[in-house]
């Protein structure tokens, strides 16, 4: 991996960074959708209208948290031969060109089949500041977290409405940002979302002040700046791919203007 990585990289900023004086849009994707190149040219069109932080989707054959827009997209990236160390040479590429945060999400399985010393060492090497991954439990974190922090990479805690009883515990330990999911059930756009946000950011807010940033539903400039009202930043994956599924290789300007759009919304 390291000979894919020049010398004269760009000095990534930190996660931490984003959320220090604005309210932070971050903008998910799924890599390989519709091709790697392309998946390159909207992470910097995006980067350029405003997203603050880029998640990048690597594909797997069960994403079990996802829903069918994202679904889809996990397919059709696969089809298109995408494999994690296509991935890593993609991300090298964008290295060159910006220095927006960059985390993947993706799940447990191909980080193991990778080996995680490999796959956290590539991250490093490449500019990768943080990982999701919504399938691993809490108390399965200790082994990945340690190879991760070695390598300067930030495991983002994910905390969901029904983890009442353990909000506490989980915010505590959470480096980076707190992904707050904002409903039940999979990822996709929903018309509204009736989750007592404001209850359970109180309670994460009682114990740490790590940024928390909002994801699963948000799709439009209002409901934005709702989130906004109440949490560090706003993350926003299916309505993006839902574009990039619609226009395919055309969707760098009606992404960009949709990025534009939802980042000014943010208050």
């Known amino acids: 991996m390291s000979n894919i990585v020049e010398a004269n990289k760009i000095k990534t900023n930190k996660i931490s960074q984003i959320f220090a004086d604005q309210k932070a849009f971050i903008a998910f994707l799924t890599a390989g959708d519709p091709s790697l190149d392309k998946t390159e040219e909207f992470i910097l069109a995006m980067s350029e209208a405003g997203a603050d932080l880029i998640e990048i989707g690597i594909p797997f054959s069960d994403p079990i948290a996802e829903g069918p827009v994202i679904e889809a997209a996990n397919e059709r990236a696969l089809s298109a031969s995408t494999t994690t160390d296509k991935i890593f040479a993609m991300v090298a590429r ?22 995680l010393e490999r796959f956290f060492k590539s991250c490093q090497e490449v500019g990768i500041n943080g990982i999701i991954i ?11 977290l340690a190879i991760a922090h070695a390598h300067d990479v930030d495991v983002i805690t994910l905390i969901a409405p029904t983890s009442q009883d353990r909000i506490q515990m989980l915010a505590r330990e959470a480096t980076g940002f707190i992904y707050l999911v904002s409903s039940m ?83």
């Open 185 to 267: 059930g999979v990822t996709g756009v929903r018309s509204e979302i009736k989750t007592d946000l404001a209850a359970i950011i109180k309670d994460i807010r009682a114990v740490t002040q790590t940024p928390i940033a909002v994801g699963f539903g948000i799709a439009t400039p209002e409901q934005a700046t709702a989130i906004s009202q109440l949490a560090d930043g706003v993350i926003v994956g299916s309505a993006i791919v839902r574009i990039i599924a619609e226009h395919g290789q055309a969707a760098t300007e009606p992404l960009s203007h949709y990025v534009h759009k939802m980042k000014a919304a943010l208050v």
């Open 134 to 144: 919504p399938d691993l439990p809490f108390e399965q974190k200790g082994e990945i």
């Open 94 to 115: 964008v290295r060159q060109k910006t220095a927006i945060p960059l985390v993947f999400l993706t799940y447990i399985n191909p980080v193991f089949v990778y080996g």
